[in-house]
């Protein structure tokens, strides 16, 4: 498997507090995504990162935030949980116009 | 922005047989198109991609076609095995973002 690790794997939340979720890196890759994934979505890029301190948002990113202050590490921050949120989240890492890999996902239960 | 539709959202095939997955995009200007397998509980995992400058690639029993002129790329998996089962997703680039289809649910029954 790819050097990429997300944490956790698992967690339940109540709605209104924040939460985050960390995605970390050992390949040096210089872009960084975070997805969620729903039923009859598939994936859906919530932000990403071109580099340390270099980010832009995808398709879904309201109500999230990230930040990349290390190469190997991009957190993803819910600000305030709501239950639209539950999801699966995926993180990926790849160069442009390769397929990249992706993480085991972080299942998050907001109640 | 580019939209990417995958059908069918369900495939049941028997071992042996053929399974075909079929996408269309929307943006003229997106130029890789990867496909992906998810198992049960794991994240995505590219199988094979093809680039705007080729119709088709093959690699051992998957292969990809991409029409650019109808805007449509397919997966064709032959001789499917029940390890073949999974869900597949789609895909469509023409910078550092990937667009993704709705993913087909893939049972192969032996």
């Known amino acids: 498997d790819a050097g990429i690790t997300q944490s956790p794997r698992h967690k339940v939340t109540e709605t209104g507090t924040p939460v985050t979720l960390r995605c970390h890196q050992t390949e040096n890759h210089r872009y960084m995504y975070w997805y969620r994934q729903d039923p009859g979505h598939g994936l859906r890029l919530i932000h990403y990162?071109?580099?340390?301190?270099?980010?832009d948002k995808g398709e879904v990113s309201d109500g999230y935030s990230v930040s990349r202050s290390k190469t190997e590490d991009f957190l993803l921050t819910l600000e305030s949980a709501t239950s639209s949120q539950t999801s699966v989240y995926f993180c990926?890492?790849?160069?442009?116009?390769?397929?990249?890999?992706f993480g085991q996902g972080t299942r998050l239960t907001v109640v | 922005g580019e939209n990417v539709e995958q059908h069918p959202s369900t495939l049941s095939v028997q071992e042996g047989d053929s399974a075909v997955i079929k996408c269309t995009y929307s943006d003229s200007a997106s130029n890789y198109f990867p496909w992906y397998k998810q198992e049960l509980g794991k994240g995505p995992q590219l199988i094979i991609d093809i680039r705007s400058n080729v119709g088709e690639k093959k690699d051992q029993r998957i292969a990809v076609t991409l029409n650019k002129t109808a805007k449509h790329f397919s997966l064709h998996i032959t001789e499917t095995q029940p390890e073949d089962s999974a869900v597949y997703f789609c895909a469509a680039s023409k910078g550092d973002k990937l667009i993704f289809g709705t993913g087909t649910r893939l049972q192969v029954f032996p």
């Open positions: 990926a890492i790849s160069d442009p116009q390769q397929g990249g890999f």
């Open positions: 990162s071109y580099g340390v301190k270099d980010t």
